[in-house]
C-alpha cells in the first residue's frame, strides 16, 4: 500500500524568506511523485513531479522539490516566499510498480502562510 | 491552455436521491479520474477509467456509484442513492497517459451537500 504523511498541518513564513513544506511517502516499488497546490474554491493544481533522474526537480512558480531516496522524502521548496504563495499544498505519491495502477495517494496537506 | 472543467459548482440533494456529476476531461486525454475530499480531510481516489471501462477503484467506490463516457466529451459519475456521509467535494481528473505521463490534471471540483 502506498501512503503519504505532511507532518505539518501550517507553515507560516514572512515574505522574501525561504519556505519548505515536509512530505514523506511510503510505496512498494519506486515512487511518483507530485505536488498540487489549491487555493480557495479552486481546483488542485500541477506544480511539479519527480520521476526519474535529478532529484532536485523544478516546477511552477518558481517552487521546487528534493527528492531524498533514503529519506523517503520529498520536500517542496521556494527561496524566496510570496504572499500569492499562500495556498493549501498537497504531496501525493503514485506506485511506480508495473502494473501498479494509477491513483493518486494525497497527503493531509500542509496550510502555507505568507505574511508581510 | 487547455482544462477539465465540472459541473454544477454546487450540489445540494436530499438523502436517498440520485445525483449526476459532469466533466469534460481536455480533450487529448484518455485516462480519467474521480477523487473526493471530505471537508478538511485530505483527497480520497474514488475511481480511474480508461478505454470505457473501470480500471482501478477503491473501497469507498461502492454499488453505490458508477461512472460514464456517454459522449467522446464527457464523463460522468452517479450516485445512486446519496447519503449524508457523500457529501463532499468531488474532482474530476484526466492524465494523458499512465506511468511517466501520469500527470493529472483536477478540474474546480463539484461541492455536492447532501441533506
Known amino acids: 500500500a502506498q501512503s503519504v504523511a505532511q507532518p505539518e498541518d501550517q507553515v507560516n513564513v514572512a515574505e522574501g524568506n525561504p519556505l519548505t513544506v515536509k512530505c514523506t511517502y511510503s510505496?512498494?516499488?519506486?515512487?511518483?511523485l507530485f505536488w498540487y497546490v489549491q487555493y480557495p474554491n479552486r481546483g488542485l493544481q500541477f506544480l511539479l513531479k519527480?520521476?526519474?533522474?535529478?532529484?532536485l526537480v523544478k516546477g511552477s512558480y518558481g517552487f521546487e522539490a528534493e527528492f531524498n531516496k533514503s529519506q523517503t522524502s520529498f520536500h517542496l521548496k521556494k527561496p524566496s516566499a510570496l504572499v500569492s504563495d499562500s495556498a493549501l499544498y498537497f504531496c501525493a505519491v503514485r506506485d511506480g510498480l508495473t502494473g501498479g495502477g494509477n491513483k493518486l495517494t494525497f497527503g493531509t496537506g500542509t496550510q502555507l502562510k505568507v505574511e508581510l | 491552455e487547455p482544462e477539465v472543467t465540472q459541473t454544477p459548482s454546487h450540489q445540494v440533494t436530499q438523502m436517498g436521491q440520485e445525483v449526476i456529476l459532469r466533466c469534460v476531461p481536455i480533450s487529448n486525454h484518455l485516462y480519467f479520474y474521480w477523487y473526493r475530499q471530505i471537508l478538511g480531510q485530505k483527497v480520497e481516489f474514488l475511481v480511474s477509467f480508461y478505454n470505457n471501462e473501470i480500471s482501478e477503484k477503491s473501497e469507498i467506490f461502492d454499488d453505490q456509484f458508477s461512472v460514464e463516457r456517454p459522449d467522446g466529451s464527457n464523463f460522468t459519475l452517479k450516485i445512486r442513492s446519496t447519503k449524508l456521509e457523500d457529501s463532499a467535494m468531488y474532482f474530476c481528473?484526466?492524465?494523458?497517459?499512465?506511468?511517466?505521463?501520469?500527470?493529472?490534471?483536477f478540474g474546480p471540483g463539484t461541492r455536492l451537500t447532501v441533506l
Open positions: 519527480y520521476i526519474t533522474g535529478d532529484n
Open positions: 510505496v512498494s516499488g519506486n515512487p511518483y
Open positions: 481528473a484526466s492524465s494523458i497517459g499512465q506511468g511517466k505521463y501520469n500527470e493529472q490534471f
